[in-house]
């Protein structure tokens, strides 16, 4: 694909012109990479109505890049060569899509570019804190090391997300059953037993009533709900993935009763533990703030992490530009940070507070998932107890009237 850019160089001058990518992400590693300063980045091709049908076809899960890193960090932990390595996962991948990929890097490192400049070409795969490790070890010659991390990083990120998908499945087919069950009641019993109802002129508790309201409004009505209902989904995913709808959902989520909690701790162990690998790999502080930032999965903390390296720049010390930011950073972080800058050892200290918070996260699922599953049989005990009450209390007082 090929993107318009606007940006400045290390010198201020203004730059625009035209690069080309597999996607937006790969075009700003590479206008990144050439050191400029990104000022606006868009897609000058006319995008094609079949092109979502193709790019899920070719996706590849984070299942699969997960595996090829651990592979790969196995055969450079090993000292067998970058391209060797390569060659052989390209043999053991069975995923075709990241297969062919592999392949393509392969190549590309054959033909003289770093494994960096590789991986950059393929940014739809590869996120911008993968190829930022990368490119960082590169620098330090720690590659097989950086690899291994990222292996450990990505198997860890899996597991925790799918603890988090297992804690949610429950309450979700629980919820899907009590609207399909309220569904039915309302689309199709109560219409059924209303003319009985009416014709036995018998006095209809409150819930009766209501689902009666319910079933008739639906009935008459049910195209433009519809209608409605799907404009309204459309428009909420569309603004969602807007940058503005993706800061304001950021902040919404750490502000949530007890969820917000959770993804604080999430978002601070992610932090953490990639700015410690890289300050212990030699990159200075800011530049690894700077990369780590990529890795939260929060607009909302890269920005602030992004506020922290521009202090850190300042001459600030990046204990107190954490303590500044107490809404996203609790104080243990910028009190073990301290301890950090003052004994020399930053990156063990900030390995610590990524251990910390990720068993803190590791709980606070368990703790939530101990307490759901109470709550919704509860939930779900007074929703199906309304149902067939409404149901029932009418039919009683038919059966009295007769």
């Given at each position: 694909?090929?993107?318009?850019?606007?940006?400045?160089?290390?010198?201020?001058?203004?730059?625009?012109?035209?690069v080309?990518?597999?996607?937006?992400?790969?075009?700003?590693?590479?206008?990144?990479g050439?050191?400029?300063?990104?000022?606006?980045l868009?897609?000058?091709?006319?995008?094609?109505?079949?092109?979502?049908?193709?790019?899920?076809?070719?996706?590849?899960?984070?299942?699969?890049?997960m595996i090829?890193t651990?592979?790969?960090?196995?055969?450079?932990?090993?000292k067998?060569?970058?391209?060797?390595?390569?060659?052989n996962v390209?043999?053991?991948?069975?995923?075709?899509?990241?297969?062919?990929?592999i392949?393509?890097?392969?190549?590309?490192?054959?033909?003289?570019?770093?494994?960096?400049?590789?991986?950059?070409?393929?940014?739809?795969?590869?996120?911008?804190f993968?190829?930022?490790?990368?490119?960082?070890a590169?620098?330090?010659?720690?590659?097989?090391?950086?690899?291994?991390?990222?292996?450990?990083?990505?198997?860890?990120?899996?597991?925790?997300?799918?603890?988090?998908?297992?804690?949610?499945?429950?309450?979700?087919?629980?919820?899907?059953?009590?609207?399909?069950?309220?569904?039915?009641?309302?689309g199709?019993v109560?219409?059924?037993?209303?003319?009985?109802?009416?014709?036995?002129?018998?006095d209809?508790?409150?819930?009766?009533?209501?689902?009666?309201?319910?079933?008739d409004?639906?009935?008459?009505?049910?195209?433009?709900?519809?209608?409605?209902?799907?404009?309204?989904?459309?428009?909420?995913?569309?603004?969602?993935?807007?940058?503005?709808g993706?800061?304001?959902?950021?902040?919404?989520?750490?502000?949530?009763?007890?969820?917000?909690?959770?993804?604080?701790?999430?978002?601070?162990?992610?932090?953490?533990?990639?700015?410690?690998?890289?300050?212990?790999?030699?990159?200075?502080?800011?530049?690894?703030?700077?990369?780590?930032?990529?890795?939260v999965?929060?607009?909302?903390?890269?920005?602030?992490?992004?506020?922290?390296?521009?202090a850190?720049?300042?001459?600030?010390?990046?204990?107190?530009?954490?303590?500044?930011?107490?809404?996203?950073?609790?104080?243990?972080?910028?009190?073990?940070?301290?301890?950090?800058?003052?004994?020399?050892?930053?990156?063990?200290?900030?390995?610590?507070?990524?251990?910390f918070?990720?068993?803190?996260?590791?709980?606070?699922?368990?703790?939530?998932?101990?307490?759901?599953?109470?709550?919704?049989?509860?939930?779900?005990?007074?929703?199906?107890?309304?149902l067939?009450?409404?149901?029932?209390?009418?039919?009683y007082?038919?059966?009295?009237?007769?």
């Open positions: 694909m090929k993107f318009k850019y606007t940006a400045r160089t290390q010198t201020g001058e203004l730059q625009t012109g035209f080309e990518g597999v996607n937006r992400e790969a075009a700003y590693n590479i206008l990144i050439n050191n400029l300063y990104l000022l606006s868009e897609s000058s091709e006319v995008p094609h109505w079949y092109d979502p049908a193709v790019n899920f076809l070719k996706k590849v899960k984070k299942k699969d890049v090829f651990r592979q790969f960090a196995v055969l450079l932990g090993a067998i060569s970058l391209g060797d390595s390569l060659k390209y043999k053991q991948t069975a995923n075709l899509a990241l297969r062919e990929t392949g393509e890097v392969s190549s590309d490192v054959d033909s003289g570019l770093s494994l960096s400049q590789a991986l950059e070409r393929h940014g739809e795969i590869f996120s911008n993968y190829i930022s490790m990368i490119r960082s590169e620098i330090t010659g720690r590659v097989d090391e950086v690899v291994n991390f990222l292996a450990d990083y990505l198997e860890k990120e899996y597991v925790f997300g799918t603890k988090i998908k297992g804690a949610l499945t429950y309450p979700a087919i629980v919820f899907a059953l009590i609207f399909v069950v309220a569904g039915i009641m309302v199709f109560f219409p059924q037993l209303t003319p009985i109802f009416k014709e036995a002129n018998i209809l508790p409150f819930f009766t009533k209501i689902f009666i309201f319910l079933g409004f639906v009935a008459r009505w049910w195209l433009v709900l519809l209608i409605f209902s799907v404009m309204i989904i459309i428009s909420l995913i569309n603004y969602f993935k807007s940058p503005e993706k800061v304001v959902f950021d902040e919404v989520a750490v502000k949530l009763p007890v969820f917000g909690n959770l993804f604080k701790q999430t978002y601070v162990a992610r932090f953490a533990e990639s700015a410690s690998v890289l300050i212990k790999g030699g990159i200075p502080v800011a530049q690894a703030l700077e990369i780590s930032s990529h890795t999965g929060s607009i909302v903390y890269r920005d602030s992490i992004k506020d922290l390296a521009d850190v720049r300042e001459g600030v010390l990046l204990s107190n530009a954490i303590e500044q930011n107490s809404a996203y950073f609790p104080s243990l972080v910028s009190q073990m940070v301290a301890v950090g800058e003052s004994t020399g050892q930053l990156d063990a200290l900030l390995a610590r507070v990524a251990d918070y990720t068993r803190e996260a590791g709980e606070t699922i368990d703790n939530l998932v101990e307490l759901i599953q109470p709550a919704l049989m509860i939930v779900m005990g007074v929703a199906v107890g309304i067939f009450a409404a149901v029932l209390l009418p039919m007082g038919l059966v009295q009237a007769f």
